[in-house]
Nanobody
């Protein structure tokens, strides 16, 4: 079993900054991609940013140049630095990790965090 625990959400004014963290623990042999998704009220969950083990990243067009995703492979933690936030960034942010638990099967499973609320006031 794998657990993802997020932290860092809250209320921030437009133009401000916020940093989200997500730590993975449990039965982990390796972690492939890690990422952040968000879901605003009445909308579908959408990709915000993803980072591979190599450090290669991909961002949604709406956050490019404002958000930065990073990871610490030693601690199985992924971060999302959010700068110049806008009211439309308001959503519940979810951490996702593609985890391999068994060195024998090498099967990858996707896990989700519980979500952390980010609210940007105008």
């Amino acid at each position: 079993q794998v657990q993802l625990v997020e932290s860092g959400g809250g209320l921030v004014q437009a133009g401000g900054s916020l940093r989200l963290s997500c730590a993975a623990s449990g039965s982990i042999f390796s972690i492939n991609a890690m990422g952040w998704y968000r879901q605003a009220p009445g909308k579908q969950r959408e990709l915000v940013a993803v980072i591979a083990t190599s450090g290669m990243t991909n961002y949604a067009d709406t956050v490019k140049g404002r958000f930065t995703i990073s990871r610490d492979n030693a601690t199985n933690t992924v971060y999302l630095q959010m700068n110049s936030v806008k009211p439309e960034d308001t959503a519940v942010y979810y951490c996702n990790a593609k985890v391999v638990s068994s060195r024998w099967t090498r099967t990858e499973y996707a896990y989700w965090g519980q979500g952390t609320q980010v609210t940007v006031s105008s």
